[in-house]
């Protein structure tokens, strides 16, 4: 947690700290501005392992599988690697995936993982990070108990491994299909429905299995290929080793234990495949996409394809650490969502069974909807246009697929259920209003009327019939009322767009509900019980008035009270007029970082009751914007930008949440942001960089500039849009999508004219 105060002298620190940096140029390789351990330390739950933008495979070292900082396998405070694992989630709050787990070794052949504090207990190994590196589609480390150098790198749906051993007669590997997330209590196992395991032949193994960890019933198959034949081979079930000539084995506990003679500096190549269909879909994807055993070139492969994405935003800064973090940033927003389909075009629906997309398209997993509907999915909106398509789309499919309904938190062809809301009508909606075409809106509609007027989904029967949710009758409720009413508003849009005006008007009086917990006496959204009543005992630092669960979802009243993000103004008229607005938000940056009570530990990051390491905080910054006083937006987001994150291990101040986190710094490093996604718009803050360069497809380029005389130079004294004067503090997508040039001429003192008029503010709900 950091607590500070805005100065100008911590602002001047800030903005000129750091070595100087040359501007990106269409040469430079800008995956060296990338690392990838940003986020592996602290509470960010990245891992450092290769993977492909929104591949399916994430080749990465696991360090431990229980624990709430393990949640993607891997803490930078880890001195030993149990193995390497095939996918993992990035930044999650939830465990889940480390599938298909290798692991070299020499001398005694262990079957257990061992103690991590005993060396010698098993197979994991001890390793330091001196000997440990990685770029985007490369990992490297030198695992110290065996000497041996293992290398990753990947493809879409394929892993590559290189394992160069020393000289030893006893060199073996361990392929553990136990390996996965443990439960939090003592003596946890690993939920395997089922697996299966063959030996084909005397370097090829394949095999299953079917988990009910977070996502239920997710199935993975795959195929693995040695590039050298082994000199023998062993199946292991429930600890036992299988008699010799048996290949092939089924059950919850299984493994495999192949054996060499290694020469020194040999090198032994491991390949493998990934499906959700079949083994012969991984060995399908083995095939096409790594046919052979050229490591150079597969990790050449994956080195482009990240350079192809980065060099499509071109920043010009005098800080080589903001550059880093930039692109860093820009890297986990492109590790999820992930490919969930085969070459061929099948894919594993959320109905669990096999499905064939029409040639050409593509199937995705991984979205956290929750989080990305903020900030993620609105820069795919500007830096991805040509995938949002696909993205949207991936989500009608679901929601007819789905026995859950509309997607809220998918997994591999698995609802999580997990978060609050179903903010992906949210994310459907924000690709009506900005046009995007290829997209089945009217599909997927009457899956969205269902959960919005039929579906007694986690409260919503009471929000229905008595306009709010009571909290003592459902967890959670003053959250799940306030996002409700924010996808009320996204229906209301979609509906708009689609022609639909009944309903448009119908879920644009429902998106008011947020206004039924406004308690007046306090200035805070407050919960209240089925009987009217305000619940009781009541403190806006407190994540509930009961012990019973918490009335708000990892957050507390002073947070949770701004998430109606398309009426800021209504905020405005709830507190009294503009100037209410400005101290009540001046309060909340204020307050004491102390808490009596819960702590919720996705609650990070704060600054006062201010909480930028989760995500219901991440548009308050901007709302001084509506409130006639951009000059302390502009302000607040510098100094986020500035203190919120570092190029250290732990330089993210909450769970990178699937490139949520990382997504605010990119867009907000831009100049702006979308408070409203489903609105189309987007409000100023400041700009980071001297200049940006986004390439926005179809040969359009958004240019932006901040001419500052002083790099301390963080308030807007005007913009211009196009060569033309702007005195607005916020615009429309449409206004860019075809690209254009946005200019902020930066000055060292507020220029208090500068969109403090009412015709300035941006639009929300209430006028």
Not at 507 to 522: A, G, I
Not at 532 to 559: C, M, S, V
Not at 638 to 667: K, R, T
């Amino acid at each position: 947690m950091r607590v500070f105060a805005l100065t100008s002298t911590l602002m001047v620190v800030a903005l000129s700290a750091g070595a100087a940096a040359p501007p990106s140029t269409a040469t430079e390789d800008l995956t060296k501005s990338v690392n990838v351990f940003i986020g592996t330390g602290g509470h960010g739950h990245t891992y450092p392992g290769a993977t492909v933008p929104f591949g399916m495979v994430q080749l990465s070292p696991d360090t431990k599988t229980s624990g709430w900082d393990w949640c993607s396998g891997y803490h930078y405070s880890d001195s030993s690697i149990m193995g390497f694992s095939h996918n993992h989630l990035s930044g999650t709050g939830v465990s889940d995936m480390l599938d298909v787990m290798v692991m070299p070794g020499t001398g005694t052949a262990f079957t257990e993982a061992g103690d991590a504090g005993k060396p010698g207990t098993g197979y994991r190994s001890r390793f330091s990070h001196e000997r440990e590196s990685a770029q985007p589609g490369y990992y490297s480390v030198v695992l110290d108990d065996y000497k041996i150098k293992a290398e990753l790198t990947a493809t879409e749906r394929a892993g590559l491994h290189k394992y160069t051993f020393p000289q030893s007669d006893s060199s073996h590997f361990i392929i553990d299909m136990t390996h996965a997330v443990l439960g939090e209590t003592a003596g946890s196992l690993p939920h395997v429905v089922s697996s299966e395991l063959k030996l084909e032949n005397d370097h090829t193994l394949s095999g299953a299995r079917r988990m009910d960890d977070w996502a239920k019933g997710r199935h993975i198959y795959f195929v693995l290929q040695f590039s050298k034949p082994f000199a023998s081979a062993e199946l292991v079930s429930d600890g036992k080793v299988l008699a010799a000539g048996v290949h092939e084995a089924s059950g919850t506990s299984l493994k495999c234990l192949v054996h060499y003679k290694t020469t020194a500096g040999e090198a032994i190549l491991v390949r493998v495949g990934l499906s959700g269909v079949s083994v012969e879909g991984a060995r399908r994807n083995l095939i096409k996409e790594i046919p052979d055993w050229d490591f150079a070139r597969v990790r050449r492969a994956a080195h482009d394809a990240w350079q192809h994405e980065f060099a499509k935003v071109r920043v010009e800064t005098a800080n080589v650490k903001h550059k880093t973090i930039f692109y860093t940033s820009l890297y986990h927003t492109m590790v999820a969502p992930t490919l969930f389909d085969d070459v061929d075009g099948q894919y594993r629906g959320m109905d669990l069974q096999v499905h064939q997309m029409p040639k050409g398209e593509h199937n995705y997993s991984t979205f956290s909807l929750w989080d990305t509907y903020r900030a993620l999915h609105p820069l795919y909106t500007i830096m991805q246009p040509e995938r949002v398509p696909a993205l949207v789309n991936c989500l009608v499919r679901m929601a007819a697929e789905s026995p859950a309904g509309m997607p809220v938190w998918p997994l591999q062809g698995s609802e999580t259920g997990c978060m609050t809301g179903y903010h992906s009508v949210a994310v459907i909606a924000e690709a009506a209003v900005k046009g995007f075409k290829g997209i089945d809106y009217e599909k997927v509609y009457p899956y969205i009327l269902k959960r919005a007027l039929e579906d007694d989904y986690r409260g919503l029967g009471y929000y229905r019939k008595l306009n709010y949710i009571p909290s003592d009758k459902e967890e959670e409720s003053a959250t799940k009322t306030l996002e409700y009413a924010y996808d009320d508003w996204a229906i209301a849009q979609l509906a708009r767009v689609l022609g639909k005006t009944g309903d448009y008007e119908k879920f644009l009086e429902r998106s008011k509900n947020y206004r039924n917990l406004w308690d007046p006496s306090t200035g805070f959204i407050r919960p209240r019980l089925e009987n009217g009543d305000w619940a009781a005992p009541f403190d806006p630092k407190l994540t509930g008035t009961t012990k019973k669960w918490r009335d708000y979802t990892e957050a507390n009243a002073w947070q949770a009270t701004w998430l109606a993000q398309h009426d800021p103004q209504g905020y405005a008229k709830l507190l009294g007029g503009r100037e209410a607005m400005v101290k009540k938000l001046d309060e909340l940056f204020n307050q004491s970082s102390e808490i009596n009570g819960e702590v919720p530990v996705d609650m990070t990051g704060l600054i006062g009751m201010y909480a930028h390491g989760n995500e219901p905080s991440h548009h308050i910054a901007y709302l001084y914007d509506y409130a006639g006083a951009p000059w302390k937006t502009q302000e607040r987001v510098l100094s986020i930008l500035q203190e919120q994150y570092s190029d250290n291990p732990d330089g993210l101040a909450g769970n990178e949440d699937c490139g949520q986190m990382s997504a605010w710094y990119v867009i907000s490093a831009l100049g702006f942001y979308a408070v409203d996604p489903a609105s189309g718009n987007y409000v100023f803050g400041a700009p980071l960089f001297d200049r940006v360069s986004l390439d926005m497809g179809g040969g359009h380029r958004l240019q932006v500039e901040a001419k500052r005389k002083a790099p301390a130079d963080k308030y807007i004294q005007s913009v211009t849009l196009n060569g033309k004067p702007y005195d607005k503090l916020w615009f429309n997508h449409s206004a860019v999508v075809k690209g254009g040039t946005l200019v902020f001429e930066m000055g060292p003192d507020p220029n208090l004219s500068f969109g403090s008029g009412a015709d300035a503010v941006p639009p929300s709900m209430s006028k």
